[in-house]
C-alpha cells in the first residue's frame, strides 16, 4: 500500500462527498485506500458514506474527539507507507498525489510535504507555509508588520514570504488542512498531540519534524482547493479554543518569561479580537449564470432551477467570450466535462470581484462552492 488518505470529518456532508470524489480520481493509478474518521456527525454524512462509497474505511465515533484524536484513529488504521492528513472542505486535482510521490524521492531529508492551497474564489492561502509562531513572528503578524515589510526577514517569517506561493521551498510550518508524509514518522512522532484539542496541531507537528533533523517543504507543482469555514464557525467558542491551542504550543516548546507571556497574552487577544471581527466578503446577488457542461440534461435540470439568465458552453475557454462586466457572475462547472485540476487552475487564474464558482461532482445533484475563506459555503441543488 503506497498511500492512506485520512479525512476527518464533522458535519460537512456535501463537501466530504465531493472531496472523497476528487481523492478517488487521485488515488486511480497507485495502491491507497481512503479513511474517513467521523467525528459524530448528525448530518447524514454517516448514511452517504454507506451509500455511495462502501469501498472507503469508515471509523465513526461517537463523540466529537478533536483534530488530533481523530487524525490519529485514522493513521493507526492505515496501511500505506505515505499518510496524506486532508481535510474533508477540500478538492485535489487528479495528479495531486503522483505529484508528491514523485516529488518526495528527489527531496533532502523530507519530513512534511504541503502543496499550494486556495480558497473557493481562487485566492492564495498565505498559511500553506510559515514560520514558527515565536512571540516576535506571532507580533508580526498581529501587527500586520509582514504586510508593511514583506522583503524583510525580520518581519516576514510569519507567512514564510521568503518564497513566493509559486516557488518550492523548505518551510517550518505547513497546514493541517493537507500534511503529506510517511506513515512510520508520524507514528514516531506519537502523531497529533491529543492535549490540544484543534488548532495548533499543525504547528506542533511540523515544529517536532522540524526537530528531528527532518525538513518540510512547501510544494507549489499541485494546487489543492481549501474551502475553509466548513468544519467550525469562528465564534466565541473557535476564539477560546484557539487561544488554549497557542498557549499550549509556547508552553509546550519554549521557555516561560514574563516578557514572553506578555507578550503572547497581548498577541492572542489581538488575534483574536481579529479574527472574530473577520467577516465574510459581502455576498453579491446573482444576476447571471454560465454553465460549463457537454451534458443536455443537466443544463435543463439548472434551467428548471435557476429563473435568471444563463449561458450553456461545452469548454472553459469559451466563458471568455462571454462578457459581461457589469452583472455579478456565478460559474457553475460540471466535472464529468471538466477535470477537477483544470477548475482549480481555472479558478486560481479568473479571480475577479463580479465571479463567483461552483462545482458538480460526477453523479452528484448539487453544485458547491464558497466566495470566500472566512464565510460557510454555500450548495445549490438541483
Known sequence: MQLSVVILNYNVKHFLEVCIKSVQKAVENIKAEIIVVD????DGSK?????????????????????????????????????????????????????????YQTLENPGVLGCKLIDGSGKFLPESKRGVPTPWVAFTKVASLYKIFPKSKWFNTYYAQHISENQ?????????????????????????????????????????????????????????????????LKDGKYM????????????????????????????????????????????????????????AALYQKVVNKINKPLDWVYFLEDIQTINQPEKNIEILIDNESISYKDYIAFINQNQKANKTFKIRSINSDFFIGSNDKNGRGEILSF
Not at 467525528?39 to 448528525?42: D, E, G, K, Q
Not at 518551510?171 to 506513515?183: C, H, P, Q, T
Not at 512510520?184 to 496541531?201: Q, R, S, T, W
Open 47 to 103: 448514511e452517504m458514506i454507506q451509500q455511495l462509497f462502501p469501498d472507503v474505511i469508515y471509523l465513526y465515533q461517537t463523540e466529537n474527539l478533536g483534530f488530533p484524536k481523530g487524525n490519529n484513529i485514522g493513521v493507526h488504521h492505515a496501511r500505506g507507507e505515505f499518510i496524506c492528513v486532508l481535510n474533508p472542505d477540500t478538492i485535489v486535482a487528479e495528479d495531486t498525489f503522483e505529484i508528491l510521490l514523485k516529488t
Open 240 to 295: 477560546l479554543r484557539f487561544k488554549e491551542a497557542m498557549q499550549f504550543f509556547y508552553k509546550k516548546h519554549f521557555k516561560k518569561s514574563p516578557w514572553f507571556n506578555a507578550v503572547m497574552n497581548m498577541g492572542i487577544a489581538l488575534f483574536a479580537l481579529k479574527k472574530q471581527s473577520e467577516k465574510s466578503s459581502d455576498q453579491h446577488s446573482i444576476n447571471h449564470y454560465i454553465l460549463v457542461t457537454n451534458n
Open 168 to 232: 518550492m521551498g523548505k518551510v517550518a510550518i505547513l497546514v493541517g488542512a493537507f500534511m503529506f508524509m510517511k506513515r512510520d514518522l508520524y507514528m514516531e512522532l506519537g502523531g497529533f498531540d491529543e492535549g490540544c484539542f484543534m488548532y495548533a496541531d499543525d504547528i506542533d507537528l511540523s515544529y517536532m519534524v522540524s526537530k528531528t533533523g527532518l525538513q518540510n517543504y512547501y510544494i507549489p507543482k499541485t494546487t489543492v482547493i481549501h474551502f475553509k469555514g466548513e468544519s467550525t
Open 39 to 42: 467525528n459524530a456527525s448528525t
